[in-house]
Every structure is written in C-alpha cells, then in structure tokens.
C-alpha cells in the first residue's frame, strides 16, 4: 500500500481546509483502518483521527473532536480529513496512515504517507 497525503497549506485561524490521502495498491479497499496524525518539531507523532475499514466507525483526539471530520471514498480509495475552525496549535506536519487493527497509536499502523503541512496563523 503506497500513501500519498495532499491538501496543506497555511490558513488563517478560524479557517478550515480539508487534506487527502490517496492510497494504491490492490489490497487497500475495505482491508484497512486509516488514520490521521500530526506531529511538530521535537515532540512524537500525535493522534488525530481514524475511520475502520468499513467506514461505520470513527475515532477523534479530543482536541479535534467536533472540529474535524475523518471520512473514506473507498471508490476512489482516498480519505479526508475536513480541518474546520482551525486554530494556531493546529499547526504541525499531517500524515495518513493504514492500520489492518488498532487506531489510536502510530506503532498501530503498516503503512505510512509522506506527510502535508499545515500552518495556521494566528
């Protein structure tokens, strides 16, 4: 499974913006969980959001919870992450990744996107 995560850029806060991961490889539909993490300068990579391989079940860190939205088009085997009111502290490197179990951790995840930035300014 190859990841390729889009969609950053630097917005202003209370600004919105949503990323993508594009995934290929013939084992990626219905076969994996995704996930959403961040990570900036000299802390680990932090938890963001997940969705199960079918879709029906969803997973937030509480700092994002009812501000971002995590969905999957298993059709065109991309998933979003909707990025709404944003705020400085949002600021960090995004990375998707692919979990055949687990959500909430990143030694969880096979597969690993190359990451898209996002910079919020205050």
């Known amino acids: 499974v190859q990841l390729q995560a889009s969609g950053g850029g630097l917005v202003q806060a209370g600004g919105s913006l949503r990323l993508s991961c594009a995934a290929s490889g013939r084992t990626f539909s219905r076969r994996y969980g995704m996930g959403w993490f961040r990570q900036v300068p000299e802390k680990e990579r932090e938890f963001v959001a997940a969705?199960?391989?079918?879709?029906?079940?969803?997973y937030y860190a509480d700092s994002v919870k009812g501000r971002f939205t995590i969905s999957r088009d298993d059709a065109k085997n991309t998933v979003y992450l909707q990025m709404n009111s944003l705020k400085p502290e949002d600021t960090a490197v995004y990375y998707c990744?692919?979990?055949?179990?687990?959500?909430?951790?990143?030694?969880?995840?096979?597969?690993w996107g190359q990451g898209t930035l996002v910079t919020v300014s205050s």
């Open positions: 990744a692919a979990t055949g179990g687990r959500y909430y951790y990143a030694s969880d995840y096979d597969y």
């Open positions: 969705i199960s391989w079918s879709g029906g079940s969803t």
